[in-house]
């Protein structure tokens, strides 16, 4: 079993790269070590926080986090085994479900549902400005996951 730690900044001018680290354990519960060869895992050419990582139906691994690359909003890595990850990529929101953000910021939980649909909670800015949270269900676009 393989988790995200914790983030640590590692500066590089003019902005901060923060990666995220990787530790396994046996079980749940732990204890977890840490995976010092591979840290720090680098999802996003610039920083990465506040990662949710879930194992998805088909057994591979999917981290939802925030990132600076001016999307509006949050990006997702894919993982066979939880300890390689592919760059992450910005997510793409159904507009009819968004309407009302800004800008959507901190991934909170990504909950399996059915037949590979997801809901996801998060935390946005809406078009006056205040911070709020939001909920989306998505169905994953597994001819993206593959690519």
């Known amino acids: 079993m393989a988790g995200i730690l914790r983030q640590r900044s590692y500066p590089t001018p003019p902005n901060p790269l923060v990666g995220v680290g990787l530790a396994e354990a046996k079980q749940l519960s732990g204890p977890w070590t840490r995976c010092s060869e591979r840290n720090p ?3 996003h050419d610039t920083f990465v926080e506040n990662s949710v990582v879930t194992k998805l139906q088909d057994g591979r691994y999917l981290a939802l986090y925030d990132e600076s690359g001016g999307s509006g909003s949050f990006s ?3 993982s066979d085994d939880g300890l390689h ?4 990529q910005p997510v793409v929101w159904p507009n009819e ?3 009302w953000v800004q800008t ?5 939980c990504f909950i399996a549902e059915h037949n590979e649909t997801y809901t996801v909670f998060f935390t946005a800015m809406d078009t006056s400005g ?3 949270v939001g909920k989306l269900r998505l169905k994953l676009n597994k001819e993206r996951i593959d690519d």
């Not at 990850?85 to 992450?88: A, E, H, M």
């Open 130 to 132: 205040y911070g709020c």
């Open 97 to 99: 479900q968004t309407k």
């Open 76 to 78: 997702a890595a894919w």
């Open 85 to 88: 990850w592919s760059k992450g």
């Open 41 to 43: 895992v680098l999802l």
């Open 104 to 108: 959507i910021r901190t991934p909170l």
